[in-house]
């Protein structure tokens, strides 16, 4: 039972066999290009299918376009890794967005999986928005059978909006992770024994560390860190002898210092992995244990390699709330918080007061994202749920509450039906001035 109506509520019969007709019709040809000047994402194609088709005038398909816009501009945040598990209702215009921030260097790995596999279409689109800048499509797909990859390539914010067909509803799971970008520059190393980052100060604070330093075994093998041509190899003071590598297709450089071999030659191509010298201690380091300074030089400058190369990935915290409650009606047991994240610390938006009716869209972790009826969305501890199968108590149907409506708002909602003055009902839940109710005929809406 949906306590909002996000579909095309009183659509006569007609229209609605319409709507059948020209979907079907829709659904059976998804290929292929609509403007053939200008490529677009899946998820543009099948608006631009639902305007051709006229069906972008009725109020589903109206509804379904505004949803794609007014779905990033309340984007919820979370923190990767991530995953979540939720449910597309086929009966609502169902939409969700996300918000987290990458840091340059960063491989973003996302992970989508639908049940069921057939008639259940869920387009993905991702977005990166530098910091002070605008947002960009990076990435679309109608369906992944692999995870989708991607570098960040500035540090900032990556939206991302889940979005499906009309009158396609299912399971899906949603899992977001990060990683390096870039082989590790030490041969049987890791990114536990870099021992002096990135922006450490040096010479008395004099000037500030452009790398990271690895500490390894004297003449351990320097590995390319990805695939790429040698630009330069040479000595200087501070870095001894160096080795400089351009990555294919990037615009940076990788930087190699303190070596006490080097192996590799100007103009030479090399693949990830293979050896570029030997790990050693000259420049201004033979005072020091033998170490690899490893350092990203950009256009702007040096930037900190650890993203790059961290070999520290974290996997998202298992779901422990229950998906069998999943397009769930339930009500707040206690008051509680909605939360815009699941970060521990985030400031909560909204005081929700015991009995508070809500739509459970989706579990990660111990908490659910929830639907008020208003449309709102947000966090909340899966433990602060209850079913409402159980009535609060009972209601004396008064002559102000015989309209019984399906959602509660008097302005917009629809009369469902009249209850008779003096019968009773079982009160479910409660939302602002209006109350959840059931009648003996098992019949639920909303009276004030």
């Known amino acids: 039972m949906n306590t909002k109506e996000t579909t095309a509520t009183g659509l006569d019969k007609l229209t609605g066999l319409y709507l059948t007709l020209m979907l079907a019709s829709l659904l059976s040809c998804k290929s ?6 200008k490529p677009a994402s899946p998820h543009e194609q099948y608006q631009r299918k639902l305007v051709s088709s006229g069906l972008d005038k009725t109020s589903m398909g109206a509804a379904w376009i505004v949803s794609s816009v007014a779905v990033l ?37 996302i992970e989508l ?5 057939r008639q259940f279409m869920l387009y993905i689109d991702i977005w990166e928005q530098p910091k002070n800048g605008a947002m960009k499509l990076i ?10 990859e991607f570098e960040a390539k500035v540090s ?10 009309l009158l396609r509803g299912g399971q899906y799971t949603l899992n977001i992770s990060a990683g390096p970008s870039l082989g590790f520059p030490v041969k049987s190393s890791n990114s536990r024994h870099i021992q ?30 990805a695939e790429g041509t040698v630009t330069r190899v040479n000595e200087n003071n501070l870095g001894g002898k160096v080795v400089w590598l351009r990555p294919k297709d ?46 990203i030089y950009t256009p702007e400058g040096a930037v900190d390699p650890m993203p790059f190369v961290n ?8 779901i422990s709330s229950s998906l069998s409650n999943l397009n769930a009606t339930m009500r707040i047991s206690g008051k509680t918080e909605l939360y815009n994240a699941t970060e521990r610390n985030a400031p909560g938006i909204l005081s929700l007061q015991a009995g508070t009716v809500v739509k459970v869209n989706a579990a990660n972790s111990s908490w659910y994202k929830i639907e008020l009826p208003d449309g709102r969305t947000g966090f909340i501890q899966s433990k602060a749920l209850t079913g409402i199968s159980k009535p609060l108590r009972k209601l004396k149907v008064g002559p102000l509450q015989q309209d019984l409506y399906d959602h509660p708002d008097s302005l917009s909602a629809a009369v469902k039906l009249r209850l008779r003055t003096g019968s009773t009902v079982d009160v479910l839940g409660v939302y602002e001035n209006y109350q959840l109710v059931r009648n003996d005929s098992n019949e639920t809406g909303w009276v004030r």
Do not use: C, M, W
Not at 75 to 103: C, D, H, K, M
Not at 139 to 148: P, Q
Not at 311 to 318: D, E
């Open 32 to 37: 292929g290009q609509v403007n053939l000047f």
């Open 73 to 109: 501009q309340k984007a919820l945040t979370i923190t990767i890794p991530y995953q979540e598990t939720g449910y597309f209702p086929a009966e609502s215009i169902s939409a969700a967005a996300y918000r987290f921030n990458v840091v340059q260097g960063q491989k973003i790995s």
């Open 113 to 117: 999986s639908r049940k069921p596999l």
């Open 139 to 148: 990435a679309s797909a109608d369906t992944i059978d692999n995870a989708l």
């Open 156 to 165: 900032g914010a990556v939206f991302i909006r889940l979005q499906t067909e």
């Open 196 to 225: 002096s980052i990135f922006g450490d100060g040096r010479d008395e604070n004099s000037r500030k560390h452009e790398g990271v330093d690895i500490f390894a075994p004297f003449r351990t093998p320097a590995l390319a860190a």
């Open 250 to 295: 990037k615009d940076y450089t990788l930087y190699y210092a303190h070596l006490d071999l080097q192996l590799a030659k100007e103009g030479q191509l090399v693949h990830t992995g293979d050896t570029l010298g030997l790990v050693g201690n000259t420049g201004n380091a033979r005072s020091t244990p033998a170490h690899l300074h490893f350092g």
């Open 311 to 318: 070999t520290v990935v974290t996997t998202a915290a298992r």
